[in-house]
């Protein structure tokens, strides 16, 4: 079954840190670029970092850069998103997805949910005191 799944949310405290897991069965996600997107309720998908396909680059929106990390485990065929000093705004359902091509961060982060060729299901992650 081709399928992403995240893991690693949860209940923590402001200046906390959680490490976030999306894990591909069925492809190889050192293929395809990944992008981490988060939604709150009643906000709008805010793309928040991606690891490019064609030569691993990096990139963070700046609500998180210099707080977030991302990189992948191809022996486990994980990319992972080290998220450090949250905050209460970071609370929201964080998801992975993985599309064939990088159009570039601004362009990769604006894609219709559609474009991309596979989605996790989604990890809660939740800041508070």
């Known amino acids: 079954q081709l399928q992403l799944v995240e893991s690693g949310g949860g209940l923590v405290q402001p200046g906390g840190s959680l490490r976030l897991s999306c894990t591909a069965s069925g492809f190889t996600l050192d293929d395809y670029t990944i992008a981490w997107f988060r939604q709150a309720p009643g906000k709008a998908r805010e793309g928040v970092s991606c690891?490019?396909?064609?030569?691993?680059?990096?990139y963070y929106s700046d609500s998180v850069k210099g707080r977030f990390t991302i990189s992948r485990d191809n022996t486990k065929n994980t990319v992972y998103l080290q998220v450090n000093n949250l905050k209460p705004e970071d609370t929201a359902v964080y998801y992975c997805a993985a599309h064939e091509i990088f159009e570039g961060f601004i362009a990769t982060m604006a894609l219709p949910r559609y474009e991309f060729d596979y989605w996790g299901q989604g990890t809660q992650v939740t800041v508070s005191s």
């Open positions: 690891m490019s396909s064609s030569d691993g680059s990096t």
